[in-house]
């Protein structure tokens, strides 16, 4: 069970971590978590009771050593955890009282003084983290308290007494033999860079500190502090090559990243280096400097007497505080094993192991915060809703400092809202911006999204065309940006997704085209969708006709010729007129009529058309009557000479003529008129000749106004009357003079209301046989409603011989009975496929719907039963399938045999 006094510890540590670096960000993803919840550091009490307090520690390799000696001024491990240093105070307090090193190998039990080190306080060991082997420590440097660093036995000067708090030294490259090292005093930080000599295949580092002895002591990072120690911490990678350091101070901790190739450069061997300051408590303005600390990758982890604080080394920020109770009484160390990469803290009682689960965890949000986004896009771990976020900030931080453009770029990989992101630009007038932001969103779109691809597209044709006229508008259309964006638009319009999409849209785009007065852009946008047609308008709306036909000539498409001869004949007949005999029996002369019909209002058109016809007659042989007609008026009205040249070649012989001799293209008024300049009887006949009645009797009316007004000849005109029966003597009657008295025409007005009279009377004998009918059907209703059948017990169904009574049935007036359901049976095979679903739904209504369903009252004021029963009996008790129609038309038919045979057999009984 847990004591009451570890429940209080793990309550006061709980309450004391601190609140989540990131706080709740708004992101296109929705539900998405954005951060690991473990706890990113957390402790673990060890099984371990020491005997006494414990006063000094160090770990490495998962082996740690404590000592609870009050003679021990220090104990140094190597990262092997085979070699252990310990640092003792004089054994006496006699003047000429040296202190020891006693050095102890993990598998001996017998310590040993070093003889090198006697006379001096050895206060830090700098190992050799090359070192390999369990035998020896290999070239290690020792601090002393006055100041003094010793390789092994060597000893090296100092020009001060000041206790060296802090040793690191690493080789630069595997392959060369140049090192560096760093070294601590209480308030300075030396760096040192050179090449150590090899004896016996071991390196020996006195050399790097040559070429210092000449030089000033200038090389060093100091620091004021009142502190009577300092500590030096590196962070090794998993390949133990130092990546940062930190150098705990009284102000704060000084840290930096590890870069021995810049030396080259500059006199430091680190980068970036900056004081991180202490926290504070709430209240307090400063924080006294932690007794230890210990360096991850990106925390620092600050030992104080009570409690473990954990600051982020990037934004110096408290993410977590551990705090001890005197239970196990007060914090002696803390250290950490490079080997295993573990951390341990030490009180006079106890040992605990921190475990750090994924520090990295909020690195991407610490990084988005100092502006950093590529380093925080790294620590997003592929969470697309952080790399979300990450990607607005550096939008709208991009949009701040006035680019725009890259803004949008990065705008177009973000979930951010659509049409926020369009009225920002719009309301900033950034139009180059918002077109970079559109086309990345077109870009990410795949094919299937039709109609966002289509809104892009015109939405962004439009902005391109609004751009191109304000520059025409202000008279820079031959400007370098002018070009640019004409430029930009014509790879716009050859995007691919664009070409796909013109297809559904081009009708608005040539709209807005149009709108915007941007005809050079319409006819390459034409050219680029091999919309010849629209070429061609667009060519027609130029007034660029001889381009027009230049394009229609290069084209084998002959309907563009139907369309368009008509406009072109009436602007340029003659180059109009070349180019369609230049396409010979490619075009249908007939075609053309209605073009040439619409534009023959001058000589120049007529003489036109007329070489076009001859042409096509005279070479092609076209024997089409619609064309010789019309080309035989053209020569009547227009030229007599040709005309006459014409008929003489076509000859007399009615079978071999091309031409219509009744009539030319259907001008039966203008051929009854000519025909009345050469004979009345040929006048007549071409009259006698429409298909329609009402165009002979206004031919006939032409030919009767025409005699009766020239001689008022009444006779004549009477004949005209016998002659065309669709003539009446009212017709006439306006075409004669006032002096014409009535007397004249006695005769033919008495025939004509003679013949009215016998409508009449043919009319009320009509009206009279359907006033009967009328009257007999009614008195057939009015029968029906009164008769009545008598049913017997021993009636039988006419289908299947059960007797009747025994289900429900239906009774025809031809006294045939059938149950209905055998009724329906019979009736179903010989119903339309409509009326025989309407049976099925009916019947499954009244079979399906609930009591109440069926009791509702409809708006015919019956209930809903009733109305669908009435419905099935219109459908299947519609007649009798004995004497209905329908077994009149089936008669006849094999299939109908057995209906037929019940038929008779029916009769039978009820005779």
Same mark, same amino acid.
Not at 335 to 347: G, N
Not at 465 to 492: A, C, N, P
Not at 652 to 674: C, F, I, K, P, T
């Given at each position: ?9 793990? @309550? ?76 003792? *105070? =004089? ?76 040793? $690191? ?13 760093? #070294?601590? *005093? ?12 090899? *004896? ?45 350091? @930190? ?5 704060? !901790? ?198 966002? +691809?289509?809104?892009?597209? !015109? ?7 609004? $751009? ?22 014509? #790879? ?12 559904? #849209? ?68 003659? $180059? ?98 000519? @025909? ?6 040929? =006048? ?18 032409? +030919? ?22 669709? !003539? ?25 209301? $003679? ?18 009918? @009328? ?105 009798? #399938? ?30």
């Amino acid at each position: 069970m847990t004591s009451i006094l570890d429940q209080y510890e793990q @309550a006061s540590q709980s309450s004391q971590r601190m609140k989540p670096a990131v706080e709740p960000m708004v992101s296109g993803y929705i539900n998405m978590q954005l951060e690991d919840n473990t706890p990113m550091f957390s402790k673990q009490r060890m099984k371990f009771n020491p005997s006494d307090l414990i006063t000094h520690a160090a770990v490495s390799n998962d082996y740690l050593f404590v000592q609870p000696s009050s003679k021990l001024t220090g104990i140094y491990l190597d990262p092997l955890g085979f070699h252990l240093l310990m640092a003792f *105070t =004089a054994r006496t307090k006699v003047i000429d009282a040296s202190p020891e090193l006693v050095y102890l190998h993990r598998r001996s039990v017998k310590p040993k003084p070093v003889s090198k080190s006697r006379n001096y306080e050895v206060t830090e060991v700098g190992w050799n983290m090359e070192n390999s082997s369990e035998m020896t420590t290999g070239p290690i440097l020792l601090g002393t308290s006055q100041g003094h660093i010793l390789e092994t036995e060597i000893e090296c000067d100092s020009s001060g007494d000041m206790p060296i708090t802090g040793i $690191q030294f690493h080789r630069i490259h595997s392959t060369t033999n140049k090192y560096f090292i760093f #070294v601590t *005093t209480r308030t300075r930080l030396y760096q040192f860079i050179g090449h150590a000599t090899t *004896t016996d295949e071991k390196p020996s580092l006195q050399s790097i500190f040559y070429s210092y002895l000449t030089m000033p002591e200038t090389g060093f990072q100091e620091i004021i502090s009142t502190l009577k120690y300092s500590k030096l911490q590196f962070f090794f990678d998993k390949s133990y090559n130092p990546k940062t350091f @930190a150098w705990l101070t009284e102000p704060g !901790i000084f840290f930096g990243q590890l870069d021995p190739t810049s030396q080259q450069n500059s006199n430091s061997l680190f980068t970036h280096g900056e004081l991180i300051n202490y926290p504070t408590a709430s209240g307090e303005e400063s924080e006294p400097a932690p007794l230890s600390f210990v360096l991850t990758e990106f925390h620092a982890l600050l030992m104080y007497s009570d409690r473990v604080k954990i600051v982020s080394l990037l934004n110096q920020e408290l993410v977590f505080e551990d705090i001890y109770t005197e239970t196990h009484g007060k914090l002696k160390n803390i250290v950490r094993d490079t080997s295993k990469r573990t951390i341990w803290a030490i009180t006079d009682k106890s040992v605990f192991r921190y475990k750090v689960v994924k520090e990295e965890r909020n690195l991407w949000k610490i990084y988005s915060d100092k502006e950093q986004f590529d380093l925080a896009k790294q620590y997003c771990q592929n969470n697309p809703a952080c790399i979300d976020l990450i990607n607005v900030k550096q939008a709208e931080l991009l949009f701040t400092k006035g680019e725009y453009e890259k803004s949008a770029e990065i705008y177009a990989e973000t979930k951010k809202s659509f049409e926020t992101v369009c009225l920002k630009f719009l309301e900033d007038e950034r139009i180059d911006a918002l077109k970079v932001y559109l086309s990345k969103r077109l870009d990410a779109l795949t094919d299937d999204d039709k109609s966002l +691809i289509s809104m892009l597209v !015109i939405w962004m044709t439009e902005l391109y065309l609004s $751009q191109l006229g304000l520059l025409r508008r202000t008279g820079q259309e031959d400007s370098q940006k002018y070009h640019q964006i004409q430029s930009d638009f014509e #790879v716009f319009l050859l995007h691919p997704k664009v070409s796909n999409c013109m297809q559904h #849209v081009k009708s608005v785009i040539y709209d807005l085209m149009s709108s915007h007065g941007d005809k050079q852009n319409l006819i390459k946008l034409t050219f680029i969708n091999e919309d010849y047609e629209n070429v061609v308008a667009q060519y027609i709306y130029k007034k660029s006709y001889l381009e027009a036909l230049k394009l229609l000539q290069s084209l084998k498409r002959p309907e563009l010729f139907y369309q368009f001869t008509p406009v072109l004949m009436e602007e340029v007949p003659k $180059q109009s007129i070349n180019a369609l005999i230049a396409q010979g029996a490619r075009l249908s002369p007939s075609k053309l009529l209605p073009a040439f019909l619409s534009c023959e209002s001058d000589e120049e058109h007529v003489s036109e058309i007329i070489r076009y016809l001859e042409f096509m007659v005279q070479h092609f042989n076209v024997k089409d009557k619609a064309i010789h007609n019309y080309l035989l008026t053209l020569y009547a009205e227009h030229d007599q000479e040709s005309l006459m040249r014409y008929l003489t070649r076509q000859g007399q012989d009615v079978m071999m003529v091309n031409y219509d001799l009744s009539a030319l293209l259907g001008l039966w008024d203008s051929a009854v008129e000519l @025909a009345l300049q050469v004979d009345l009887g040929l =006048a007549k006949s071409v009259a006698s000749q429409p298909d329609t009645d009402e165009t002979q009797r206004q031919l006939w009316l032409s +030919i009767a106004e025409h005699v009766i007004t020239k001689n008022q000849d009444l006779k004549e005109a009477m004949s005209f009357l016998q002659e065309c029966p669709l !003539i009446k003597i009212e017709d006439i009657l306006p075409f004669f003079s006032d002096v014409v008295t009535i007397d004249h025409f006695r005769e033919p007005i008495c025939q004509s209301l $003679q013949e009215y009279n016998n409508q009449i009377e043919e009319m009320k004998a009509e009206i009279e046989e359907a006033t009967r009918s @009328a009257e007999y059907v009614r008195s057939e209703i009015q029968s029906f409603r009164n008769r009545s059948a008598l049913v017997s017990v021993t009636d039988a169904c006419c289908l299947c011989d059960i007797t009747l009574l025994m289900r429900p049935f239906y009774l025809f007036p031809c006294s045939h009975r059938f149950h209905a359901d055998c009724l329906a049976s019979e009736v179903a095979p010989i119903l339309s496929v409509a009326r025989h679903k309407k049976l099925k739904d009916k019947q499954s209504q009244l079979a399906h719907l609930s009591a109440i369903e069926l009791n509702t009252m409809t708006s015919s004021g019956l209930p809903l039963r009733e109305v669908l029963r009435n419905e099935i009996d219109d459908i299947i008790a519609a007649e009798c #399938v004995f004497c209905g129609e329908h077994m009149i038309e089936c008669i006849d038919r094999p299939s109908c045999g057995n209906v037929n045979q019940r038929v008779l057999m029916s009769l039978t009984r009820n005779t």
